[in-house]
Each structure stands twice: as C-alpha cells, then as structure tokens.
C-alpha cells in the first residue's frame, strides 16, 4: 500500500486496486487449495494481509524524545472498502492540503474505535469481500458489524 498522510496518530494507508490486473490466484494456507479470486478481494487481502503483519511485531520502542525516558509506540487497525476521492484543495499563500474523502472513512469512524492495540477490525464492506479466506469474530459492541481478524487462511 501507499502510506498517504498521518491524521492525528492515525497513518492513513491507500490499497488501490493494480492498473494491469489479471486473474490472481489464492492458495489457501490451511485447506491447501488454490482458486481465482476478484480483484476488489484481492485488494482487499492486501490490505489485511499487511496489517496482520504489522500487528505481529513487537511494540516499538522509541529512545532519546525530549521530556521522556522512553517511548512505546503501539498498533490497532481498521480497515475500509470503497470509492474515494482524492483532491488537492488550499492555493491561498501556496499551502495545499491533500484531501481524501469517501465511504471508507464513514466505516471507519466506528472501526477504529472499537479497534484495541494488536487489533485489526475490518469493517463489514470488507468482511463481505474477505470472510471466505479469514478467521475472525464480531466485535463485542451492540449492533457492531465490525469483525476482528484473526488470521488469513
């Protein structure tokens, strides 16, 4: 993916989907089988895929910040599907900011607080796309159709 801005302490990261797409396969870790997934799945897979990564790794430790001894950045994910829009707004003074905009920041303006360090939450858009190739239960909140994944099979 494409590490596209920090909001606040969020690192907002774009999973788009490949110009030369061609039919992917998917080999399935546990069931050991190998089939044809679509592309906005495939999309989708990615982006899970990475944040499980990222989720395993170690708290990272951060040394020598003015005013503290020490500094323990952790990880919690949410994960959205969806159209974008992506704008560059501002001229006056020659600042520009980069807006993105778009039904995946809907999602995941609940997604991510019910996300804990460690987590990664996927919101339902992406749980339709990914269900069949990952383990994960729903997020214990009344009405919640967020889903923590637990791993790519």
Not at 18 to 29: A, F, G, H, L, V
Not at 64 to 71: E, H, I, P, T, W
Not at 92 to 108: A, D, V
Not at 133 to 143: A, D
Request: proline fraction near 3%; charged fraction near 20%.
């Amino acid at each position: 993916g494409d590490c596209i801005k920090f909001a606040g302490d969020a690192l907002i990261v774009l999973f788009k989907k490949e110009d030369n797409y061609k039919e992917q396969t998917y080999i399935s870790r546990v069931h050991k089988h190998i089939k044809p997934i679509k592309e906005h799945q495939y999309t989708c897979l990615r982006a899970v895929n990475c944040a499980l990564e990222l989720g395993a790794q170690p708290p990272y430790l951060i040394t020598g910040v003015r005013g503290f001894n020490k500094v323990t950045l952790t990880l919690h994910v949410a994960i959205g599907y969806g159209d974008l829009q992506a704008l560059h707004v501002g001229g006056h003074n020659g600042e520009w900011e980069f807006l993105l905009t778009g039904s995946p920041f809907k999602q995941l303006a609940k997604a991510i607080d019910m996300s804990k360090q460690g987590d990664v939450v996927v919101t339902k858009e992406v749980w339709a796309e990914v269900q069949k190739h990952c383990k994960g239960t729903r997020v214990s909140s009344y009405g919640s159709s967020e889903m923590k994944v637990a791993s790519v099979v």
